[in-house]
């Protein structure tokens, strides 16, 4: 573990081999014996404590992922409120969204049943190092489930703190376990008898993983990131909407998969748009990610650094403007500046690859029409976001932006009451709500005839 904002190891861990993560597997499926037959209403008070700890422990948790992956402390903290948040609204809702569904056919009785799966195989990225884990977690367990997680290498503490917080809250042993490893560790979590993988990651590791799990026919959840539009209309509110850029560009030093990373203006606001931006950037404080002033800290990894870097070079090479930033910054660990790339075109990396950092670049477009097309023209397809004042025709535009979210005049952001999840090259199936914890369950058909009297018509299949 390397602290980003100084470059100097934190802690070092273990790689688990593959016996090991067939052993954890294996205690997975004896735990699920008895935590896949409770009550969901018993279920749901071990959520509830789970939520009493994690608040109990926010600064410190908060404090570990700030370390391990360089999230400025205000935003370390915010996460472990909204697992909290998550886990108490599963633990509410979540029993109530297993009760079986009564559909009326020729049979005397019959319904749709919502029963758990069994061993459940997560891996998992650096970016939101507890609320990712907490989002595919939470819902599986409330449905009867038992999890084994690999985090991703940069942030093993994290997910250890979230393995320490259940046995804390007196989930049963073995229910929620955490495997700490690289990429032959997920491999063996992959091929070991899980019955469902679920990946938040880069489009190649995610055929990787879809390709693996197929071998056994094994459902798989992908999350495969984004490269999300931000489109401004001519009669937006641009003071608005540029305070939605820089929250929804610079998130985490723009290291999420649902930042806005490409900006699409009609060029009759064009101008005063890349003004009003440029003046909120302005006032950004890079620094120290642990005080609690700072609003950009460091990339998680040289690697990180390096990519955007060169994303930035390639830009300008092709005639971009660059309005501010533009460079590293000059201190200890692994800082870019906030940049602000004007005169973009689609040729430039910025727009045709997913730029993972505090990178906005701004494409003109003739009219809202032009936007919603230059938008569409990606690979990915997780979040959009659309700033008018037209709400009627936005609603309207809404449905052809091809995309898992779309957000009208604010910024994206995941909802544990709303799914969450893309199409296209962003991933298939979805996470939280309702829908999520529908990813989790065998979806089973119950039928019941009378027991004296046989049906006696001819059946069709």
């Known amino acids: 573990m390397i602290n980003p904002s100084s470059g100097k190891v934190l802690a070092s861990y273990p790689i688990a081999s593959p016996t090991q993560v067939r052993q954890k597997v294996d205690r997975a499926r004896e735990a699920f014996r008895s935590w896949g037959k409770m009550d969901p209403e018993d279920r749901a008070v071990f959520l509830s ?19 391990e992956m360089g999230k400025i402390i205000r935003e370390s903290v915010a996460e472990v409120e909204k697992c909290a948040w998550g886990a108490e609204y599963f633990a509410k809702n979540g029993p109530k969204f297993l009760e079986p569904e009564i559909i009326a056919t020729d049979a005397m009785r019959s319904y749709v049943a919502f029963h758990p799966r069994g061993v459940l195989g997560s891996i998992m990225p650096w970016n939101f190092p507890m609320w990712q884990i907490v989002r595919f977690a939470i819902p599986a367990l409330i449905a009867g489930n038992s999890i084994i997680v690999k985090p991703a290498s940069a942030t093993p503490q994290s997910a250890l703190n979230l393995e320490g917080g259940f046995k804390e809250a007196g989930l049963p042993e073995d229910v929620f ?37 197929s071998k056994d026919v094994k459902k798989v959840v992908l999350e495969l990131g984004g490269s999300d539009p931000f489109i401004v209309a001519e009669d937006a509110d641009l003071d608005v909407a540029a305070t939605g850029a820089v929250a929804g560009r610079f998130v985490n030093c723009g290291q999420s998969c649902i930042a806005a990373k490409r900006f699409f203006v009609v060029d009759s606001v064009a101008d005063d748009f890349i003004e009003k931006f440029a003046e ?13 002033a700072t609003d950009i800290g460091p990339l998680v990894n040289e690697g990180q650094r390096n990519e955007i870097e060169s994303q930035v070079r390639d830009a300008a090479a092709k005639g971009a403007r660059i309005v501010l930033g533009g460079k590293r910054v000059r201190r200890s660990g692994w800082y870019f500046e906030p940049t602000l790339l004007a005169d973009v075109t689609k040729e430039m990396r910025v727009l045709r690859e997913e730029t993972f950092g505090p990178v906005a670049p701004v494409l003109t477009v003739p009219d809202l029409d032009s936007a919603i097309r230059e938008a569409n023209d990606s690979e990915f397809g997780l979040g959009a976001s659309l700033w008018t004042r037209d709400l009627a025709r936005a609603d309207a535009l809404a449905r052809g932006i091809e995309s898992g979210l779309v957000f009208i005049n604010g910024v ?32 089973k058909t119950v039928e019941v005839f009378p027991a004296s009297k046989a049906d006696q018509t001819t059946h069709v299949e």
């Open 412 to 443: 994206v952001k995941s909802d544990p009451r709303m799914p969450f999840g893309g199409v296209k090259h962003s991933g298939v199936g979805r996470e939280l709500s309702r829908y999520g914890l529908l990813e989790m369950v065998n979806i």
């Open 177 to 213: 376990q955490v495997v700490v490893g690289d990429r032959t560790t997920a491999t063996a979590l992959i091929r070991s008898p899980v019955s469902v993988v679920s990946l938040t990651g880069s489009v190649g590791t995610g055929v990787a993983v879809a390709r693996e799990a």
């Open 280 to 292: 909120r950037m302005k006032a950004l404080q890079i620094g120290d990610p642990l005080d609690p």
């Open 49 to 67: 404590h789970f939520a009493e700890i994690l608040r109990k422990r926010r600064d410190e948790y908060a404090t570990t992922m700030t370390l």
